[in-house]
């Protein structure tokens, strides 16, 4: 079991180095998207489990990385949602605000799969 607790983690590990790495080689907001003033990602979740996460909201200000990775809320899975298209989308679009749902592709407890949704909105301030 030892063996299995160590995988996860080497997992979570591995997911979280290439977000880091991910951030440090990804162009500040103001560089990527220049009309923008913020970026607002908003994350609400459920999952059929007792326990759900709270609301998450991030707001990227022009010297934030515009990178759009977010790991799983659950500490114990590998999963993650990348917002980059979607949020590339909004930004192109000239909408005041982009939503969609998506579900975590992780795995947790050893080899089960992630259970959790997201329901997400993506919020574009531009200058």
């Known amino acids: 079991m030892r ?13 979280r180095e290439r977000q880091r790495l991910g951030r440090m080689a990804t162009p500040a ?12 990602v908003r994350f609400d979740f459920s999952d059929r489990g007792e ?5 998450q909201l991030t707001v990227f ?3 934030a ?3 759009f990775c977010f790991a799983c809320p ?5 999963g993650e949602f990348d917002r980059t298209d979607p949020v590339k989308l909004a930004v192109d679009s000239g909408d005041a605000q982009a939503r ?16 959790i949704c997201v329901e997400y909105s993506i919020s574009p301030y531009r200058r």
């Open 100 to 115: 969609g749902e998506l579900r975590c592709v992780g795995t947790r407890h050893r080899v089960a799969a992630c259970t």
């Open 29 to 40: 907001l103001r560089v990527r998207y220049p009309g923008l003033e913020s970026l607002q």
């Open 61 to 63: 200000h022009p010297p």
């Open 3 to 15: 063996f299995s607790a160590a995988t996860r983690a080497a997992g979570r590990e591995a997911m």
């Open 65 to 67: 990385p515009a990178y």
């Open 74 to 78: 659950y500490s114990d899975c590998d």
């Open 51 to 55: 326990f759900v996460p709270s609301p």
